[in-house]
């Protein structure tokens, strides 16, 4: 279904360019070939039904039916993560592949009570991620945030239960914003009102965030937005639905964090060029591009500019102003959104002779 050629220097330009990635869940970049030996490394035994070799598990990923047929699998992978170094050596694969890819700025996702609800301790948890991260801004430079996301298809209690463990991250810092993710339906964001508020008394700084409008219709991006107040939208896809809505995201600058690869593989859209992209870009509805989970959706966030590209055939000015609404969504400093915005303009000037 491509309709444009990603030529080797686009591909290249597509790979310099400064990015930022707002929708990454750690625990969906473990890699089929890290899943099996820390299955063996911590004594894990997994369904008897499950793959047995990395091969047909990647060939299982291929036909995911939807997002919960997706997230059966994913919760499986969950399990094999025990201990600090586990969390660690996961999300440090990812940062490493993240800058290769050329990810300036990483915003990741962990999903704490599906380590909690095993025994495993938040702590565990967070200072393992903590670790990578502080490592990925040492050695590679990135800018990082942790997003702690509730399990919607949990009760409210249970998430109110796990904000109360994270106070200490969640005051210091270390945790920067508060998620929703998991099965969409039936469980609509305003829910979780009674967390979202908790956390914004613990700490009147954090950011709010919820997946809405992917398997959801564009109702839930709206009482995530009223209900919850979050100032940013994950997939948001279906907001198409609403002109209003689209009139409102794009007053407000709320951004959608769109997982083209995802979308495709959890049958959200038969292909990336059904995505709205070129109606959000109309509208003036900020988005980034994002990976989701890219170990069970075949590729990380450079594989989803790729995509786009060919099935979309964006200029390199289009493409410049994909990536600065990206850095604009960013929970980062002013300064730092210049540093990002200035290697945007270079690697412009430097591919515009090119392509
Ligand atoms: N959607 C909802 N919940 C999730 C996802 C997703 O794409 N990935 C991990 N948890
Ligand atoms: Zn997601």
């Not at 200490?168 to 009674?194: M, R, T, V």
């Not at 994950?234 to 609403?242: L, M, P």
């Not at 995201?249 to 059904?274: F, G, Q, R, Y």
Request: proline fraction near 5%.
């Amino acid at each position: 279904m491509a309709k444009y050629e990603c030529n080797h220097h686009m591909k290249q330009f597509l790979n310099e360019l400064p990015k930022c990635e707002h929708h990454l869940h750690l625990e969906g970049t473990l890699e089929p070939n890290l899943l099996f030996p820390l299955a063996k490394r911590n004594n894990i035994k997994l369904p008897s039904n499950f793959p047995k070799t990395v091969e047909e598990l990647n060939e299982r990923y291929k036909q995911f039916k939807d997002l919960q047929d997706f997230l059966d699998y994913y919760y499986i992978g969950c399990n094999v993560l025990i201990n600090e170094e586990d969390f660690f050596d996961l999300a440090w694969a990812y940062f490493t592949k993240a800058h290769q890819d050329g990810t300036w700025h990483s915003e990741t996702f962990f999903d704490p009570q599906s380590h909690t609800e095993r025994g495993i301790k938040i702590e565990t948890v967070v200072n393992g991620f903590k670790r990578a991260s502080l490592k990925a801004q040492q050695e590679y430079g990135m800018s990082t945030n942790l997003i702690m996301c509730l399990l919607r298809h949990l009760p409210s209690n249970d998430g109110l239960k796990t904000i109360d463990s994270a106070t200490e991250f969640l005051k210091d810092g270390s945790i920067k914003a508060l998620g929703l993710d998991s099965a969409e339906k039936p469980f609509p964001p305003e829910l979780f009102i009674n967390c979202y508020s908790k956390v914004k008394e613990i700490n009147p700084d954090l950011e709010l965030t919820a997946h809405a409008g992917e398997e959801g219709d564009s109702n839930y991006v709206i009482t995530a937005l009223d209900e919850l107040k979050v100032t940013r939208i994950d997939h948001g896809v279906n907001s198409i639905q609403d002109p209003k809505l689209m009139e409102r995201l794009a007053s407000e600058k709320t951004m959608l964090t769109i997982c083209p690869l995802s979308n495709v593989k959890l049958n959200v859209v038969k292909d990336v060029s059904e995505i709205p992209l070129n109606e959000f870009l109309d509208a003036q509805v900020p988005f980034s591009l994002n990976s989701d989970d890219p170990a069970y959706f075949g590729g990380y966030i450079l594989d989803n500019y790729i995509t786009v590209h060919t099935r979309f055939g964006w200029s390199l000015e289009t493409w410049v102003k994909v990536a600065k609404n990206g850095v604009e969504g960013s929970w980062i400093s002013k300064e730092r959104k210049i540093e990002i915005n200035n290697a945007i303009d270079e690697t412009y000037n430097k591919f515009k002779p090119l392509v």
